[in-house]
Each structure stands twice: as structure tokens, then as C-alpha cells.
């Protein structure tokens, strides 16, 4: 199975920052890889696939970008919805796998 | 819109079978991969496998021996069982949509499973 680590595991952030989430893969998965966003009770929710492309209807500040077995998340200007855990993913080979998660907390 | 939704047991004994159904709208069954995940805060998130329609379903090996999928397209309906349940089975389960591009793009609001005698 490949192997995906996210770093940090927790962040501590302020409404207006920017933050950056760092996956690794075990092994190289091209740009099969997505970001997720997950609130307390709920569905993980699509942000990004393909490594860089934006889902419909999220918003810009999101972006992603990496290839092989290097990725990151970022998110500029922090808004009070975007505080919730963040997790990576690949899509590569079966079985998929996800990260351990990111939470972003309010400072 | 696409909507899914999980419904099973809640509750289950160690050493019996688990079985959940995932219900679909919105959505076209027999066009795309179905899958079944699950969260637990030992495991956090784990791909339990998929399905597409006609064809043979892919399981996570760690959990093969124990799993069956399948989908009935005439009622828009996923199933999985899982047998053998042990405490480690505990988690709440979630059924997604995969599309183009190999991403998940629509999720249950997910059912915990709780494996207790």
C-alpha cells in the first residue's frame, strides 16, 4: 500500500493567513492525488483532484500543486469557514489511501 | 444533485455479519465507481473498496476475506457485508461517487457502526 503523510498534523491559525499542507507519498502516485476538507459530523468534502485542479464550487483561495510523491494544499486568506481538518489522498493504485489529516484551528 | 445516504444497524455483536445499504439519487448507477470508506479514530480513513456495474468490485486486501460488495442499478442501491466483525470494525462507514479524474466528488453523511457485545 502507499503510504501518505501530511504534515503538520495540526496548525494554529488567524482569519486572513495563508497555510500550507504538505503531503508525501510513499511512492510515486504522478498527480493522482486530492484534498479533502472535513468538519466535525460531516462528509469529507472535494476541494481538489489531479493534484491542482479546483472542484466546482470551491473557492480560489484553495490550491494544490505536486507531482510524484511531493504535494501541498494551500489556502490564502483563511476564512472562518475553512477552519475544519484537511486530508490528502491517492487515487494512483488500489487501495486508495488518505493522510492522517491537518487540523487548522483558530489561533 | 446527487445525493447518497448509508443506513444499516447502528449496533453490532462481535463475530457477526455487518450489512449496509447505500441508497443513490441524482445520479446514473451504472456510469461510475461506487465505494465504500470508513473512519475510525484508531485508522482514520480507510478505502474499504468499489464497484462498478458489471464488473468484478476491488477490495482492500487488508480486508478482502471478509468483504462483499455489489449494487442493484434497478433500485439504485449499494450494499456491503462484512463479516467476522471484531471492536476494530467500530467506525463510522461512508459510500462516495468516483468520477473522471479518479476523484470522490459526492459522500453519504455517513453511519457509525458501533461492534459490541
Known amino acids: 500500500d502507499i503510504q501518505m503523510t501530511q504534515s503538520p498534523s495540526s496548525v494554529s491559525a488567524s482569519v486572513g493567513d495563508r497555510v500550507i499542507i504538505t503531503c508525501r507519498a510513499s511512492?510515486?502516485?504522478?498527480?493522482?492525488l486530492a484534498w479533502y476538507q472535513q468538519k466535525a459530523g460531516q462528509a469529507p468534502k472535494l476541494l481538489i483532484y489531479?493534484?491542482?485542479s479546483l472542484e466546482n464550487g470551491v473557492p480560489s483561495r484553495f490550491s494544490g500543486r505536486g507531482f510524484g510523491t511531493d504535494f501541498t494544499l494551500t489556502i490564502n486568506s483563511l476564512q472562518p469557514e475553512d477552519f475544519a481538518t484537511y486530508f490528502c489522498?491517492?487515487?494512483?493504485?488500489?487501495?486508495?489511501?488518505f493522510g492522517g489529516g491537518t487540523r487548522v484551528e483558530l489561533k | 444533485q446527487v445525493h447518497l445516504q448509508e443506513s444499516g444497524p447502528g449496533l453490532v455483536r462481535p463475530s457477526e455479519t455487518l450489512s449496509l445499504t447505500c441508497s443513490i439519487s441524482?445520479?446514473?448507477?451504472?456510469?461510475?465507481?461506487w465505494t465504500w470508506i470508513r473512519q475510525s479514530a484508531t485508522n482514520g480513513l480507510e478505502w474499504i473498496g468499489r464497484?462498478?456495474?458489471?464488473?468484478?468490485?476491488e477490495y482492500n486486501p487488508s480486508l478482502r476475506s471478509r468483504l462483499s460488495m455489489s449494487v442493484d442499478t434497478s433500485k439504485k442501491q449499494l450494499f456491503l457485508k462484512v463479516n467476522s466483525l471484531t471492536a476494530a470494525d467500530t467506525a463510522v462507514y461512508f459510500c462516495?461517487?468516483?468520477?473522471?479524474?479518479?476523484?470522490?466528488?459526492?459522500w453519504g453523511q455517513g453511519t457509525l457502526v458501533t461492534v459490541s457485545s
Open positions: 464497484i462498478y456495474p458489471g464488473v468484478t468490485a
Open positions: 489522498q491517492q487515487a494512483n493504485s488500489v487501495p486508495l489511501t
Open positions: 489531479a493534484a491542482a
Open positions: 462516495a461517487r468516483e468520477i473522471a479524474s479518479r476523484r470522490l466528488d459526492s
Open positions: 511512492q510515486n502516485v504522478n498527480n493522482w
Open positions: 441524482g445520479a446514473s448507477v451504472s456510469s461510475h465507481y
